[in-house]
């Protein structure tokens, strides 16, 4: 009912004992529909008892001062960009699907870098992406209006979204009640630089187990287990978190057993290890399984020294294996099934896949021995044979065992003890 209605009934008479008047208000006093994007990721709880407008993050559950003139957005604002349950380019994905539907497709330049710079490091693509032309034609095809930034620019974008990512990790850690585990070992690469790496395991306030790499940072010598029990102690301190250890996970290197005796004394100082630091030291039983491998494999290299060089030459040219396959033609009941593969060195499981993957074809090496004379002196003999499937069976167990040791997302003690 507008204002002429009202005026009119008046001057007709109307009785004050008549049903109430339902007058509209000014439009100017109508609340507006909020239309920032932050809404998105903020649930309106309405007025407290101060009377003062309040909203809940959808990620982590706090409440916020939010709406009216006088608190606005801006704190809800700046709060998306440390908040630990909601990812940063969630927040640019959906604010770029509620523009596509209404229609206008408004580019934040701060959002899209953040999103190219974690799509450069996820995909662990180059700087210099940036550069290439066609590339570049192609976003300015997708969007005219987007300036893409340069490599230094992209580098320095990475810098700032590690260190945002950073805080927000440093303040998860200080904030859960639980404790945390580590795990921490050290590289040396091929220009003879010492890198160290410590990973921080621990499960979240939703029970999740997470695991992230707290530092992997360039390690100058000595490689003493005193030098390293210093560095990871300081690491933890620049964390905030050397009082919720539980224990430390390392492989079987001397140097590591000073190490964890330093570093347990040093942080038991304060008393904050559990037990007294008893449990504080795990050795690697993925180590322990390499270590007892690797010793026993000395004593019988010469047969797979064999199969090795065997598929070496195999592989070393297409006509080489295409030859080996027609040898399958001739052998009843044998198909080329499962691709020769080679062992590295630095992993022996892989030497047990490279022997699985040659024992089936003894036929096959011994037909194409007959074929070409070459491959004559690779080829192991019959007691070779006998001694790399009795290798194989051994290893089997070790295989298996450390398959499911490798696993990252649930407990596996329970399924290897035994």
Request: proline letters at 4%.
């Amino acid at each position: 009912m507008n204002s002429e209605t009202v005026s009119n009934l008046v001057t007709t008479g109307v009785s004050s004992e008549a049903a109430p008047v339902e007058v509209d208000e000014p439009s100017s006093k109508r609340l507006r529909p909020a239309t920032s994007d932050v809404w998105n990721f903020f649930k309106k709880l309405g007025p407290d008892k101060d009377g003062v407008e309040h909203a809940e993050c959808k990620g982590c559950k706090k409440v916020f001062k939010a709406g009216g003139k006088r608190y606005g957005t801006f704190t809800i604002k700046r709060h998306l960009d440390s908040c630990t349950q909601i990812k940063h380019e969630d927040i640019g994905q959906t604010i770029a699907e509620l523009q596509l539907k209404m229609g206008s497709l408004k580019i934040d330049s701060g959002v899209a870098r953040d999103m190219f710079a974690g799509y450069v490091v996820a995909g662990d693509k180059p700087f210099n992406m940036v550069d290439d032309r066609r590339f570049r034609n192609w976003v300015k095809y997708i969007s005219p209006t987007l300036k893409l930034p340069s490599r230094n620019t992209v580098k320095a974008d990475i810098v700032k979204v590690h260190k945002r990512e950073a805080v927000k990790l440093k303040k998860n850690l200080v904030s859960i009640p639980n404790r945390i585990c580590l795990t921490s070992d050290l590289w040396t690469s091929s220009t003879n630089e010492g890198f160290i790496c410590l990973t921080a395991h621990f499960v979240d306030e939703n029970w999740k187990l997470q695991s992230k790499i707290l530092n992997f940072c360039h390690m100058p010598p000595p490689h003493t287990g005193f030098e390293l029990s210093s560095k990871i102690f300081t690491l933890l301190t620049e964390w905030k978190v050397d009082k919720k250890i539980f224990f430390i996970t390392l492989d079987n290197a001397s140097s590591n057993d000073t190490c964890v005796e330093h570093l347990k004394s040093t942080l038991d100082v304060h008393g904050s290890l559990l037990c007294g630091g008893e449990f504080f030291h795990v050795r690697c039983s993925a180590h322990i399984l390499n270590l007892i491998v690797q010793d026993r494999m000395k004593i019988c290299g010469d047969a797979v020294y064999k199969i090795r060089e065997s598929i070496k030459f195999l592989r070393k040219s297409e006509i080489r294996m295409v030859k080996f396959k027609e040898c399958f033609e001739d052998i009843e009941g044998l198909e080329y099934t499962t691709a020769l593969c080679l062992d590295v060195p630095t992993r022996w499981n892989s030497l047990y896949a490279m022997l699985a993957s040659a024992i089936p074809y003894k036929k096959a090496f011994e037909m194409y021995k007959v074929k070409e004379a070459g491959f004559r002196e690779y080829c192991p003999s019959s007691d070779e044979w006998r001694r790399t499937e009795k290798i194989c069976d051994f290893l089997l167990p070790f295989y298996e065992t450390t398959k499911l040791m490798s696993e990252t997302s649930y407990p596996t003690s329970n399924l290897y003890f035994l």
